[in-house]
């Protein structure tokens, strides 16, 4: 199982013009960060969920986000608004190499030959600006490296509860989350949304792989739970599964409720809220079209507009 993956984003068609503008310059932003920091291949690693962590940094800041034009290596021709270099985005970018490193030491224990041997290539590529990266930030590194060993100690125990399966993500993104701010108050609301936001994530990673891991005889921990009758069909584990993101998203909202924002508050809430709910709705929906038709009692379930 992985971590941000991509999962966390905005659901577009509902921001304005102009916040969509600023989240694309952070997007932006984070990117040249992740050139600065580590060279150009490090670009590459961007994800959406690191964009979301550098966005959350730069609302909880005093000073506004500094803005302005600025041109793309991959597209030099076209000018377009670019988060100034920021504490947050350099915040953003080292969290993303570490989990980037400690993905790859997973990939090294779990996965098959070829993909182990990409691992090991990836780890020497890697391994400069993790050690530097971990250096400047070990807090981080040591819940990344508990986050993997107790991952890896689940899946050997056949673990068959989801939500027991999800506790080393989310308690490491509730450490990540929560280095965010120096407030007492504001800290232990940010632990809260990292680790709900933690449990989305390996939640919705698990919907994504479960008729791969199913195929490829991997470990997931929906597809180790049992029914009264034996195991569960998939359809009704995708049920399940969308029903654990709708309740996490529920406390999410609710959390969210709770921070004190300074800056680009209708971004991060159209995420938390809209952005959350459409991923949820997008993995489950997808998978039952592709691997087992229609998804039982689905017009049942809660829906968000």
Known sequence: ??????YIKPLEGQLRVCELE???????GLCRQLGRSFGLPARFTLSYD???????????????PAIAPGRCPFNPLRRMPVCREDPALAFAADTAILLLYWKLRD???DEGPGRRLLARSGLLLWGRAYRRTAARRPELDEAFRRMTAEQQELEAQ???NPDEAAQPTAQAL?????????????RRVLSRLGYLLGRFVYLADALEDLPADQKEGRYN????AEGPEGPIPLARLRQQCRGSLYLTIGEVERTWQLLRVRHLAPILENILTLGLMAQADRLAEKGAEENDGPLPGAGSLPQRH
């Open 158 to 160: 056949g673990c068959r």
């Open 1 to 6: 199982m992985g971590v941000l993956f991509g």
């Open 50 to 64: 690191a964009s979301f962590l550098a966005l959350l940094g730069l609302a909880l800041a005093e000073e506004t």
């Open 221 to 224: 921990p929906f597809l180790r």
């Open 107 to 109: 990939n090294l224990a």
């Open 22 to 28: 600023t989240y694309k310059a952070v997007y932006c």
């Open 174 to 186: 509730s450490a990540v989350f929560s280095a965010l701010s120096e407030d007492a108050a504001q």
